[in-house]
């Protein structure tokens, strides 16, 4: 029942009125007041000024908003990790910022499926904010980030020492497109790398500049793992003396006692991490 008062909270405030809310939620205008005063009971405090404009929120009402949205969250967490089926009694969430979806956590999550594992497995991307944020409030049990958040409760290790290299296209080598890796990378390569730092053509998304620079020259900067391939088939080359940047990578979890389940799943990401010593060494044959 608290849900959906917080639900209708947040219509009211996106929609403006009580009346519209009601049009959104498909109910009747009593049943909004009634659900609002209600809620304004429960927290001993007024959430809404109304007038013929329509509803605008108090002081406490704008402070209840971010409230509301973790209550929404934090159910709907809930209801997609809910019922699991009778032979998998554990969940294991796994995620990945948006850049290491691709190898990292689509190869460990295979190789999970593949071992038909005891528990249940979710994997998710999203922006590391996203990731700070469900890592805090216990909606993730393990992630993989290039620039992790240390806190008490968490634990932090580094899996993978990748680079970020500066590649051109055979054909055409500019315009310089800068690829924002974070706010590590842009300090430092502001600071070795003036020339760039107000690109004409910026992304904050690898695969977008990468494709660019394929189909229509360029060049930038971008993960080893990636562009190793197209250096081997002659379609990129490394851009000579151009420095380059370290771009670790970190597994991030519950320091108390991991389950099981989550042991059993660093343990698979960790052998993936040491089979992958061999292209490590063969990339560096090809990169210089």
Same mark, same amino acid.
């Given at each position: 029942?608290?849900?959906?008062?917080?639900?209708?909270?947040?219509?009211?405030?996106? %929609?403006?009125?009580?009346?519209?809310?009601?049009?959104?939620? %498909?109910?009747?205008?009593?049943?909004?007041?009634?659900?609002?005063?209600?809620?304004?009971?429960?927290?001993?405090?007024?959430?809404?000024? @109304?007038?013929?404009?329509?509803?605008?929120?108090?002081?406490?009402?704008?402070?209840?908003?971010?409230?509301?949205?973790?209550?929404?969250?934090?159910?709907?967490?809930?209801?997609?990790?809910?019922?699991?089926?009778?032979?998998?009694?554990?969940?294991?969430?796994?995620?990945?910022?948006?850049?290491?979806?691709?190898?990292?956590?689509?190869? &460990?999550?295979?190789?999970?499926?593949?071992?038909?594992?005891?528990?249940?497995?979710?994997?998710?991307?999203?922006?590391?904010?996203?990731? %700070?944020?469900?890592?805090?409030?216990?909606? =993730?049990?393990?992630?993989?980030?290039?620039?992790?958040?240390?806190?008490?409760?968490?634990?932090?290790?580094?899996?993978?020492?990748?680079?970020?290299?500066?590649?051109?296209?055979?054909?055409?080598?500019?315009?310089?497109?800068?690829?924002? &890796?974070?706010? =590590?990378?842009?300090?430092?390569?502001?600071?070795?790398?003036?020339?760039?730092?107000?690109?004409?053509?910026? %992304?904050?998304?690898?695969?977008?500049?990468?494709?660019?620079?394929?189909?229509?020259?360029? @060049?930038?900067?971008?993960?080893?793992?990636?562009?190793?391939?197209?250096?081997?088939?002659?379609?990129?080359?490394?851009?000579?003396?151009?420095?380059?940047?370290?771009?670790?990578?970190?597994?991030?979890?519950?320091?108390?006692?991991?389950?099981?389940?989550?042991?059993?799943?660093?343990?698979?990401?960790?052998?993936?991490?040491?089979?992958?010593?061999?292209?490590?060494?063969?990339?560096?044959?090809?990169?210089?």
């Amino acid at each position: 029942m608290d849900i959906e008062l917080a639900r209708t909270f947040l219509v009211i405030v996106r %929609c403006g009125s009580f009346i519209a809310a009601a049009e959104q939620l %498909c109910v009747t205008q009593t049943t909004v007041t009634a659900r609002v005063k209600n809620l304004e009971a429960q927290l001993n405090c007024p959430l809404f000024v @109304r007038n013929r404009a329509g509803a605008s929120l108090t002081v406490h009402g704008e402070h209840f908003v971010h409230y509301a949205h973790q209550l929404l969250q934090t159910w709907e967490a809930a209801r997609n990790a809910l019922p699991f089926p009778e032979s998998l009694q554990v969940q294991v969430r796994l995620a990945a910022e948006t850049s290491l979806w691709n190898p990292l956590l689509k190869d &460990w999550f295979m190789q999970l499926s593949k071992q038909q594992t005891s528990y249940a497995v979710n994997a998710s991307v999203y922006d590391v904010d996203t990731l %700070c944020k469900k890592l805090e409030s216990a909606e =993730l049990d393990a992630v993989l980030m290039h620039q992790p958040h240390y806190w008490p409760g968490l634990q932090v290790e580094q899996i993978l020492e990748e680079k970020l290299v500066q590649v051109q296209s055979v054909q055409q080598p500019d315009p310089y497109i800068y690829v924002d &890796w974070g706010e =590590l990378f842009r300090q430092q390569h502001d600071a070795v790398l003036p020339e760039h730092a107000h690109s004409a053509l910026r %992304c904050n998304l690898g695969p977008l500049a990468l494709h660019t620079i394929l189909q229509e020259g360029g @060049r930038g900067y971008f993960r080893t793992r990636v562009v190793e391939q197209h250096i081997a088939e002659g379609t990129l080359q490394r851009v000579a003396h151009a420095p380059e940047f370290s771009w670790p990578v970190y597994i991030v979890y519950a320091e108390s006692q991991p389950s099981e389940p989550l042991q059993h799943a660093l343990s698979v990401l960790k052998q993936l991490m040491h089979e992958d010593v061999n292209w490590l060494q063969t990339q560096d044959r090809l990169l210089y």
